[in-house]
């Protein structure tokens, strides 16, 4: 019942809810894995899941099964950490999470430059949502992930990195970049949200907080710009935008640490809008490796 395969199995299967789903992520045939469970099952003398119901849920059994399960994976995952700080940064693993576009735009010198300086570490980057993302925090998944303030609750350390402005972004030929000649001035001008009335626009599906600005600021200006495309992250959001189908908000980092094959034209807000604070964030309980701290060094400096 504490075998790591037989664990693994039971988490898999309470993550997809399914033994069909479970067994392809686990690359074993879904009989095996059924037997898997059912030989656990027997063991204990109870069921782990409610097989009546799609998605399978746990039972009162199954649900202190999961609650051990994961302290034992994240014992293992602690006891991999540790030990692997006593190599002094010789071998080990790190794991960031992050979103695509702080993957694109953030992360890519710092990694260059680790690898460089720690070649014998191996690195991952797990890209989720950002809700995603603090679930794997919680669960020790990943050694940090790169969330923005305020975080969840206590359950969480978080070491700040940066402040993220909100920057407007405009289709070199449009009639308000083509005001300036249709290249970038610096410092970038100012601009009302407010003018953006009915203009085109490229909005971010509401699971991205970037949408949650957006529905503030056309709230506090009475603006409702013609939402256009609703886009799944602010990089797909931006190219759009640098094709002319409409206008679009965007953060100062991606602006400056996008490869741009010809960039927008940005404008400054004259709306007040709270800068986002991102940090690395990571479980309070948790060891925090020296991997991941040389790591965090490098993206603060």
């Not at 999961?66 to 010789?90: F, G, M, Y």
């Not at 990943?142 to 978080?158: G, Q, R």
Request: with cysteine; hydrophobic share 40%; charged share 25%.
């Amino acid at each position: 019942m504490i075998d790591e395969h037989e664990w693994r199995s039971v988490l898999q299967v309470a993550e997809d809810g399914t033994f069909s789903a479970a067994a392809k992520h686990l690359f074993v045939s879904q009989p095996s894995l059924s037997q898997c469970i059912k030989k656990i099952e027997t063991e204990l003398g109870e069921h782990l899941f409610d097989r009546s119901q799609t998605p399978l849920q746990l039972t009162p059994a199954g649900e202190v099964y999961v609650d051990k399960a994961r302290r034992i994976q994240r014992l293992k995952q602690e006891i991999i950490k540790e030990t692997a700080d006593l190599s002094e940064l010789r071998s080990g693993n790190l794991c960031i999470g992050s979103s695509r576009t702080r993957s694109s735009c953030y992360l890519t010198k710092p990694i260059i430059e680790f690898h460089r300086n720690y070649p014998g570490i191996h690195l991952q980057v797990c890209e989720h949502s950002l809700h995603e993302l603090k679930e794997d925090v919680l669960a020790g998944t990943v050694d940090f992930a790169l969330l923005y303030e305020p975080l969840p609750d206590a359950s969480f350390a978080a070491i700040p990195l940066l402040k993220e402005r909100t920057l407007l972004a405009v289709p070199m030929d449009h009639p308000l970049a083509k005001k300036y000649g249709g290249k970038q001035v610096l410092p970038y001008p100012t601009l009302s949200f407010a003018r953006l009335h009915k203009e085109p626009f490229i909005r971010l599906q509401s699971t991205r907080r970037m949408s949650k600005i957006f529905s503030e600021l056309c709230q506090q200006t009475q603006c409702e710009p013609d939402v256009v495309f609703e886009a799944n992250s602010i990089i797909d959001a931006a190219e759009l935008c640098t094709a002319g189908l409409g206008i679009t908000l965007v953060t100062d980092m991606l602006v400056r640490g996008w490869h741009w094959r010809q960039a927008p034209f940005f404008f400054e807000l004259e709306e007040q809008v709270e800068e986002r604070q991102l940090v690395a964030a990571y479980g309070r309980n948790q060891h925090l490796s020296h991997a991941a701290k040389s790591f965090i060094a490098l993206l603060k400096r």
